[in-house]
Each structure stands twice: as C-alpha cells, then as structure tokens.
Nanobody, 116 residues
Framework: QVQLVESGGGLVQAGGSLRLSCTAS????????MGWYRQAPGKQRELVAG???????NYADSVKGRFTISRDNAKNTVYLQMNSLKPEDTGVYYC??????????WGQGTQVTVSS
C-alpha cells in the first residue's frame, strides 16, 4: 500500500502561481511513476502531468509551458509548479501514483480555484 498526502491548493487570481506537493509513504519502493490529475466541475478527471522514476515527464497540452512537475526522491515527494494560472485551471487536483504492478493510488485531492 501507498499513502499520499497533498497540500498547496488555494484561491489565486488569474496570472498567479501555486505549487502543489504530494508526499508518499508506505511501500514507496513499489512506485514506478507519479503525477497529477485534475477534475473540473461536470468534467472527467484528466491527466495534467506525470513523471517517471527516471525523470521523464509528460504534460497535457493545455498546461505545457506553464506547469512544471518535479520530484524529490529523497523526500518521496512530487511537486507541481503552476504559473500563469487561468480560470480554466480551476478544479480538484489529485496526486496519482502507479506501482510497478500496475496498481494506482490516489490522494484525497486539493482544490485549486483561479479567479478571473
């Protein structure tokens, strides 16, 4: 089992920045990749960014150039730096971890609200 604790959401004006953090505990040796998803009201959950154990990253087209995902393996923590935020970035952001066996774990979610 892997437990995830997220922090860093909040309310920000358009153009502002936020940094999300997600710290993993438990069977962390099982982790193969970490990432962030988001879910806006009335919409499906979507991938925002992901990072593998080797440091390879991928981003949703809508956030490329504005968001940066990074990982501190010593702290078992993944970060999402969000710059130039837009109202359409509003939603609940979920930390996601995939194990080497294909199991997916989710954080509790943190609300990000961007006002126009």
């Amino acid at each position: 089992q892997v437990q995830l604790v997220e922090s860093g959401g909040g309310l920000v004006q358009a153009g502002g920045s936020l940094r999300l953090s997600c710290t993993a505990s438990g069977n962390i040796f099982l982790i193969s990749s970490m990432g962030w998803y988001r879910q806006a009201p009335g919409k499906q959950r979507e991938l925002v960014a992901g990072i593998t154990n080797s440091g390879s990253t991928n981003y949703a087209d809508s956030v490329k150039g504005r968001f940066t995902i990074s990982r501190d393996n010593a702290k078992n923590t993944v970060y999402l730096q969000m710059n130039s935020l837009k109202p359409e970035d509003t939603g609940v952001y979920y930390c996601n971890v995939k194990s080497v066996f294909g199991t997916t774990y989710w954080g509790q979610g943190t609300q990000v609200t961007v006002s126009s």
